[in-house]
């Protein structure tokens, strides 16, 4: 893939599994992402998670999420 490339295409896309991302709450390259509507987000989520309700996903995910080559966990399930 050309520099050019790169900077119009999205990276691809994978899973993240439960270990990975407990091992990585702490690590600041990582932004995780919670979907759920804000009710379930304050019932519990994951430590450090930002709340982007998939509603909302439109209207606020450029001032939430403004750099698009960063990596991201994105999760729309209760973390068991």
């Known amino acids: 893939m050309t520099a050019e490339a ?6 691809p896309l994978g899973d993240i ?8 709450l702490h690590d600041p390259s990582l932004t995780i992402v919670d979907v759920l509507p804000s009710s ?5 989520h994951i430590p450090g998670a930002i709340n982007l309700p998939v509603a909302e996903i439109e209207q606020r995910a ?3 999420l403004p750099d698009p080559a960063a990596e ?9």
């Open 40 to 44: 379930s987000y304050e019932a519990g």
């Open 17 to 24: 599994s439960r270990e990975e991302i407990l091992s990585r």
């Open 62 to 64: 450029a001032a939430l």
């Open 6 to 11: 790169a900077k119009i295409s999205p990276p």
């Open 72 to 80: 991201i966990a994105v999760y729309c399930a209760k973390f068991t």
